[in-house]
């Protein structure tokens, strides 16, 4: 068939941009417990949204809310500015930031953050972390995170904390 004779090379992007830009993805690089202390800052992660954001991460969630994807709508729903991003999907990248520096031998025990800014279409959303905690209770290795996501302007968005279990070097 047709689909059959279309090369894996053609639906490969032209520039491997993760690579350019430095980007990890490597999911089996493990943090150590060892190895972090408190103060340590973790790569941020960065994602600009928009409407082709936002209608994927409807498309995977089932979560099709007008005023996220219709401007009058989100008029009407009380923002000047039209449709606006789910919280829940800046709540999916900071766990794509902690998931990408802890790496799969992590665990992820908690985390909790308050929605407190409207995302808007177009905004450069960051995400950060910082170390704020180290301790082992209950033969578990546990780091807690001051966790964010800001935005071009600098405002915090979604402040909260997360709690990290992380293997050991012994």
Known sequence: SVVDQVSVEAAQPHLDLDRLLGRRHD????VYYEDVKVGDEIPSFVKQTDFMHWNRYAAVNDEFVYIHMDDESGRNGGNAQGAFGMGNLRWAYLHNM??????DEADMKEMSVQYRAINQKHDVLTCT??????KTEGGENLVRLDINVVN????ATTPGYAVIA????G
Request: proline share 4%; hydrophobic share 25%; aromatic share 8%.
């Open 166 to 169: 992380l293997p050991s070097r």
């Open 98 to 103: 902690l998931r990408e520096w802890a790496g």
């Open 27 to 30: 999911m089996s690089y493990k």
């Open 152 to 155: 071009q302007d600098g405002k």
């Open 129 to 134: 972390g910082k170390i704020t905690e180290k």
